[in-house]
């Protein structure tokens, strides 16, 4: 007992500092793309490319190269195909809006989750998670509401991106068993680069600025451009080991503290602080999304019936 509860107090530490390591990604990212200047697609290219170069030597190092065949290897392209999609939308969107607010608004994720594991992998959705998922979305159309009067269809890239990450998450239920996550890692990096390399070529060819190649203006930005990658790989791996110690449900309230720390980013460097209404739309997201989560560990033991 002592062993199990220490292995998950581990776990749970694990992923508090991964918590507290995410969001300063996206913070250099908002840096680089506002004060820098350089368009969001610049900036997420360099997130995969770095990710790919370190996670093949971490692999090179750890195992040689007779390990990096993957089993699934279109499908877990894919996979960096819907992670470059949605960190592209998640780099722009936070160059326009506050960091808190992109944040609360990609964690309907879990809800995202739930519906689409309803309607695509069939699976029995009881009326309490039901109630949940309606209402975390109220929770996010409040945070996005006054966002969407300032800027647009721009307040919407968070929802897509909590949406791709949702279909990625259902992939890595599918190909967990097959790779390693390392392996899952590099080839995601792969397909995240070659994704991210034609919409830039797109962007280029359209003039659409925010998905041009930019070039950063001093050594500086260059570090912070290698940070960003070095972050996102660590971050994730931190994920995934936090993963392997503690179970999902136990797990998942902790995520939470990464809009936590995006409030506190958010304030000290860029000034931002939440609305009280978009405190409300906060709080309705994480308390359903928590409860959507920790009601998913339980159902096993205590089947949730689909109506009442």
């Known amino acids: ?9 581990r776990g749970v ?8 390591f995410l969001p300063m990604m996206d913070a250099i990212a908002k840096w680089l793309s506002t004060v820098d200047s350089l368009p969001p697609a610049t900036v997420t290219l360099s997130r995969f490319v770095v990710q790919t170069i370190l996670t093949l030597l971490i692999i090179l190092a750890l195992t040689g190269v007779k ?22 939308c ?10 808190a607010d992109a944040m609360a608004v990609f964690f309907v994720e879990p809800l995202m989750l739930t519906l689409l594991s309803a309607l695509i992998l069939k699976e029995v959705v ?14 996010t159309l409040i945070v996005i509401q ?6 647009g269809w721009i307040s919407l890239l968070p929802l897509g991106t ?15 068993d097959a790779d390693t996550p390392l392996i899952m890692q590099l080839y995601a990096g792969v397909g995240g680069t070659i994704t991210v390399g034609v919409v830039l070529f797109l962007g280029q060819v359209f003039g659409v600025s ?19 990658g070095a972050i996102a790989t660590g971050g994730h791996l931190l994920v995934v080991q936090a993963s392997r110690l503690a179970p999902a449900s136990l797990l998942a309230p902790f995520q939470y503290l990464e809009i936590v720390m995006a409030v506190i980013v958010g304030l000290v460097v860029f000034h931002e602080f939440p609305t009280a209404s978009k405190w409300l739309g906060i709080a309705i997201i994480v308390a359903s999304g928590a409860y959507v989560v920790l009601r998913e560990g339980k159902k096993s033991d205590e089947p949730e019936p689909a109506y009442n």
Do not use: C, H
């Open 90 to 99: 998640f780099f722009a969107a936070i160059k326009y809006m506050p960091l």
């Open 146 to 151: 006054p966002s969407w009067e300032l800027f």
């Open 126 to 139: 009881g009326w309490r998670r039901r109630i949940a998922v309606v209402v975390g979305f109220i929770g």
């Open 1 to 9: 007992m002592e062993n199990t509860t220490s292995q998950q107090l």
């Open 67 to 88: 390990s990096l065949r993957p089993v699934k290897l279109w499908g877990n392209l894919f996979r960096g195909f819907l992670m470059g999609m949605g960190s592209l």
């Open 210 to 228: 925010d998905m041009t190649l930019g070039m950063p203006s001093g050594d500086l930005s260059w570090l912070l451009l290698f940070t960003i």
């Open 13 to 20: 530490s694990t992923m508090a500092v991964a918590m507290f």
């Open 162 to 176: 909590a949406a791709l990450f949702a279909v990625y998450l259902m992939l890595n239920r599918r190909y967990g």
